[in-house]
Nanobody, 123 residues
Framework: VQLQAFGGGLVQPGGSLRLSCAAS????????MAWFRQAPGKEREFVASISWNGGSTQYSDSVKGRFTISRDRAKNTVYLLMNSLNAEDTAAYYC?????????????????WGQGTQVTVSS
């Protein structure tokens, strides 16, 4: 499974961006998917996950209430809508496909990773 992430860029504090991640195979439609991020000099951290059918979502405390994860199974695509962005959100964002239908915030729960898309929040 190959993952291609889109939508990163430069945005001012308080602004919004929507990331998209398309998977190359329908295999991903039966698995949970997630977004992680990695800032320079820091470890990759969990952002949000969504179950195979979109019925269950999970967010890190740092993005809860500001970010929304969703998916379109027919398009093998997962989205991350990011609102009220601040400088601490600056990072490379990675999408991932889980080993199971429902997954949480552990990196080892995910088997396929995209190449990352850069999000920079700056005035």
């Amino acid at each position: 499974v190959q993952l291609q992430a889109f939508g990163g860029g430069l945005v001012q504090p308080g602004g919004s961006l929507r990331l998209s991640c398309a998977a190359s195979r329908r295999t991903s439609s039966n698995n949970a998917m997630a977004w992680f991020r990695q800032a320079p000099g820091k470890e990759r951290e969990f952002v949000a996950s969504i179950s195979w059918n979109g019925g269950s979502t999970q967010y890190s405390d740092s993005v809860k209430g500001r970010f929304t994860i969703s998916r379109d199974r027919a398009k093998n695509t997962v989205y991350l809508l990011m609102n009220s962005l601040n400088a601490e959100d600056t990072a490379a964002y990675y999408c991932a496909v889980a080993r199971k239908a429902v997954s949480g915030n552990g990196r080892d729960e995910y088997q396929y990773w995209g190449q990352g898309t850069q999000v920079t929040v700056s005035s």
